[in-house]
C-alpha cells in the first residue's frame, strides 16, 4: 500500500447551508447572489453548483450560523426576482475534511473517505475538493462518529483533531 | 477599498468531466463510484456533489482526458447496478481558478469573479471554493476570454498566467 499523504482530519460547525434551487443556468444568475451578500459583508465558506441537466440548476453555500437570517432575507428577494423555485436552509450541518498535500493523485483517498463513511452509515450530504484537501457536509449529529471513523481509516493520531476546516 | 488578498488566476484545461444523474442520496453510495475509479489509477481532481432535493442528487467529478473512456467504463457498470438516471460527459470544459490567501473573509471576491465572467457573457458551469481558491468550470472556448477579464477585475498583471489549477 502506498504511503497516502494525509496530515490530518478537520472539522467545521459553525456554518449552515443555504440552497437556491432550479436557478436558470445563463449568465450573471451566480453575480446576481453574491453581490447582496459580499455588500452585506457575511463570509460565504463553501460554494457548490453542480452542472444543470435542463438548463437548470441548484446554488448552495454555506455562511456561519448568525448570518443565516440575514443572508435568507438577501438570498430570498433575489430568488423572487429572478423566479428560482425555493429557498432551503439547514443549519445543523457539519463539515469534515481530509487534509493532505501532494492529494491531486490519489484518487484512492476519495474512496477510503466516503467508504469510511459509508461503512458507519453516515450519509454525504455535499462533496468539495481541492488540491489539499477532500470535504464532506453531513449531519452534525454524526460529527464525532466522523472524525473518529476517519482517524481510523487513514491510520491517523486521534489526539488533537485539527478545528475549522 | 479593501485591499483583495487575490495573487493570481490559474487554469486548466486538461480535465473532462462526468456527472452521473438521479443517484439515490444514501451511504456507500459516492463509495461505489470511487472505488472503481481508484482502483484503476485514474487521477480525479474535482468532485462535487450538491445536497439532494427529492432523495436524489447528482454526482460530478473530473478526469484527464485521456482517461474519460475507461471512466465511462467504470461508472457505467456501477451507474446500472444502482439505477441512476444517466451519466454524461464533456470534454469541452475549462476550469479558471482565482487564487489569494486569506480568501475566506472575502466573499465579495466571489461576486466580482461570477460579475466579470457574467459581464464577459460567459455562463459558469460549476463552482468549487477552498479556502484559497475560488473555481469555476466554463466551456473550453471562453477560456482566454476567462483569463483576460479576471486579470482586469482583480487588477493582475496579464504576463504569466499560472497553468494547471
Ligand atoms: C447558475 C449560475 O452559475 C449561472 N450559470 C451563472 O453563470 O451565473
Ligand atoms: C450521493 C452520495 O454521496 C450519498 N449521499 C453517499 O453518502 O454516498
Known amino acids: 500500500m502506498e504511503a497516502i ?6 472539522f467545521s460547525t459553525n456554518e449552515a447551508r ?3 434551487t432550479r436557478v436558470p443556468d ?12 459580499a455588500k ?6 463553501l460554494i457548490i453548483q453542480n452542472t444543470s441537466i435542463d438548463g437548470f440548476t441548484d446554488l448552495t453555500f454555506t ?17 423572487k426576482e429572478i423566479g428560482a423555485e425555493k429557498v432551503l436552509s439547514d443549519e445543523h450541518i457539519a463539515k469534515v ?8 493523485n490519489h484518487s484512492g483517498i476519495a474512496s477510503r473517505m466516503f467508504s469510511a463513511l459509508a461503512d458507519a452509515g453516515i450519509n454525504i450530504m455535499m462533496i468539495s475538493t481541492s488540491e489539499i484537501k477532500i ?9 464525532e462518529l466522523a472524525v473518529r471513523v476517519l482517524h481510523d481509516a487513514f491510520g491517523l493520531e486521534q489526539a488533537r483533531p485539527t478545528v475549522q476546516a
Do not use: C, H
Request: aromatic fraction near 4%; avoid cysteine.
Open 5 to 10: 499523504p494525509v496530515s490530518g482530519v478537520a
Open 18 to 20: 443555504v440552497s437556491i
Open 26 to 37: 445563463r449568465p450573471g444568475i451566480a453575480a446576481r447572489f453574491f453581490g447582496p451578500v
Open 40 to 45: 452585506a459583508n457575511i463570509v460565504v465558506d
Open 63 to 79: 455562511v456561519p450560523k448568525g448570518d443565516l437570517a440575514k443572508t435568507l432575507e438577501l438570498v430570498g428577494q433575489v430568488a
Open 97 to 104: 475534511s481530509i487534509i493532505g498535500v501532494g492529494m491531486r
Open 135 to 143: 470535504s464532506s457536509v453531513i449531519e452534525d449529529k454524526y460529527l
